[in-house]
């Protein structure tokens, strides 16, 4: 066993004195914040220090995306977040995980935050939730009181800002699903295989300007799992081990109000480390499966993991064939956006599909040759991403 | 009664932290926070986002603002808003730095640009909540 090297080092703590009966209530982010102040200042470290994020739950956000709360309460960018959930274990489990997220160089200064304060009581009576989210979500408050609710709108404005920075079309973004159809219709899996062009997609409703109902996954029922195990085990299974020789993660926020920029994505930052720490060439990647809950996330992935420069995805994806039989491969499973959206599965479908194609079992739809490939996801709001590298034995 | 959206729901549900800011807009007053180290910032928090000070002022903001970016919903982004469909989604920049989620009102959606420069108008949507929407700016 490897194990630790003892290279990561608690440098302060803060705890608030255990009462029986609390003085005050606080929202969670509100005690996470001042629990974050407290140590940082023992530790004698600035709040620009911190890169990683080990926590509990947080009642604010109705039992999700916890990660993308606090990072943007807290105004923090995280490389390595989680929401440790061990019973009384969590502790010292939020400590192991930094730990080895630090020797592995995921993150550089993490906070394990745990605490069980009292919230105030909701005003509107009953339990932790109101009608739209969960009470003390800033989102509830801040966002959907004015519509902006959902995913479709965050991606849309986002969409429009850049096309504002940088120029692009409808029919640059339609480009993405129509050769991603293509995809799809290789495989007997896709919900949608019929194939399209640009014009069905722009002559497809628009839901939220400028997006087209073609350019939106449909969500859909499904699931997936992956086995990832050592080595020594890997050459005993059935099938060409698929190495993961990189990997990066990027948090800044969750509501897209409060994405530091709409068009320097947080992409970036996930991309760049999964590359350098896999020593991998952007031209070695035989495949990019990319996150595709919309065509516009498609494009920013193409430039914030540094396939082409930045403005040049509108372009990038006119001059390249994005299909199995293309000189860009992108997605050929049909991604999220022809083979569906099954909740969280659908950002798995990009690693089973890589696997497939690494052990050349893609069916007719196979690469001539797959030996490396990028794999990036996206969570809510272009809010938490994670790149990957796999490398075939 | 709102004046610039068909339905009440959702509203805000204020917590100790924002309450003031929804006093504010109840007085038509777009409040914001200042830490002691300068940063200004919004939403409501009880710690400053740049430098997790805890020492925080509000102060009122001119309601001036840029146009960040917007999308028009032509479909309802949920139930509560069939009836306003089209409408505008927008995030802006105050002028004095922080961005909002808000929408536009009192303008043609087709006639909404990146970068114009809007101005604060509140809605009194119910005998509680105001809702702070933006409009291009009148000179």
């Not at chain 1, 159809?181 to 002559?203: E, G, Q, W």
């Not at chain 1, 081990?241 to 926020?253: K, L």
């Not at chain 2, 309802?76 to 409408?87: C, I």
Request: with cysteine; charged share 20%.
């Amino acid at each position: 066993m490897r194990g630790l090297r003892g290279e990561a080092a608690v440098v302060g703590v803060a705890e608030f004195a255990p009462v029986r009966r609390p003085d005050r209530t606080w929202m969670g982010l509100e005690a996470y914040a001042e629990l974050a102040r407290l140590a940082l200042e023992d530790a004698g470290l600035a709040h620009d220090d911190v890169d990683g994020l080990m926590t509990g739950h947080l009642a604010d956000s109705g039992g999700l995306f916890a990660p993308g709360h606090l990072t943007e309460y807290l105004g923090i960018g995280s490389h390595f977040s989680e929401v440790v959930d061990l019973g009384g274990a969590t502790g010292a489990g939020a400590v192991l995980r930094a730990a080895m997220a630090i020797e592995l160089g995921l993150c550089e200064t993490a906070l394990c935050i745990v605490h069980t304060l009292p919230r105030p009581k909701n005003p509107k009576g009953g339990g932790p939730t109101f009608r739209m989210g969960a009470w003390g979500s800033p989102m509830g408050e801040f966002d959907y009181p004015f519509g902006a609710i959902g995913q479709n709108y965050a991606y849309a404005m986002i969409a429009n800002r850049y096309a504002y920075e940088y120029g692009l079309t409808d029919r640059q973004r339609a480009k993405v699903a129509v050769d991603q159809r293509t995809n799809a219709a290789a495989n007997p899996k896709a919900v949608f295989r019929d194939p399209i062009d640009i014009d069905d997609v722009l002559n497809s409703p628009v839901i939220v300007d400028p997006l087209h109902l073609l350019e939106i996954v449909m969500p859909c029922f499904g699931g997936a799992a992956v086995v990832v195990t050592s080595k020594e085990k890997a050459r005993r299974a059935k099938h060409r081990p698929a190495y993961i020789i990189g990997g990066g993660e990027n948090t800044t926020h969750l509501s897209v109000t409060y994405d530091p920029s709409f068009t320097e994505t947080p992409i970036r930052a996930a991309a760049d480390r999964a590359f350098a720490m896999a020593g991998v060439k952007r031209s070695e990647v035989d495949l990019a499966s990319l996150y595709d809950c919309y065509t516009i996330t498609v494009l920013l992935t193409l430039e914030d993991a540094g396939f082409c420069g930045k403005g040049e995805a509108g372009k990038f994806v006119e001059e390249h064939d994005l299909t199995y039989r293309g000189d860009f491969p992108l997605n050929t499973h049909g991604g999220q956006l022809s083979f569906g959206q099954a909740g969280m599965a659908g950002g798995m479908s990009h690693i089973t599909e890589a696997y497939l194609q690494l052990t050349g079992r893609a069916g007719e739809r196979q690469l001539r040759r797959c030996d490396t490939v990028f794999v990036h996801g996206n969570g809510g709001l272009m809010s938490e991403q994670v790149s990957l590298i796999l490398r075939g034995e | 009664m709102p004046k610039y959206r068909m339905g009440i729901e959702p509203l805000p549900v204020p917590t100790p932290v924002t309450q003031p800011f929804w006093e504010g807009a109840r007085q038509h007053r777009l409040l914001i926070q200042r830490c002691d180290a300068g940063h200004v910032f919004f939403y409501p928090r009880s710690h400053c986002p740049r430098c997790l000070s805890n020492r925080l002022e509000w102060v009122e903001a001119s309601g001036k603002a840029t146009l960040y970016s917007y999308t028009v919903a032509r479909r309802p982004t949920s139930p509560d808003f069939e009836a306003d469909v089209p409408f505008v989604i927008a995030v802006v920049e105050l002028d004095e730095g922080p961005r909002m989620t808000s929408r536009l009102v009192e303008v043609d959606p087709e006639a909404v640009r990146i970068g114009m420069r809007l101005e604060v108008v509140f809605d009194d949507v119910t005998g509680e909540v105001t809702l702070p929407y933006f409009r291009p700016a009148r000179g």
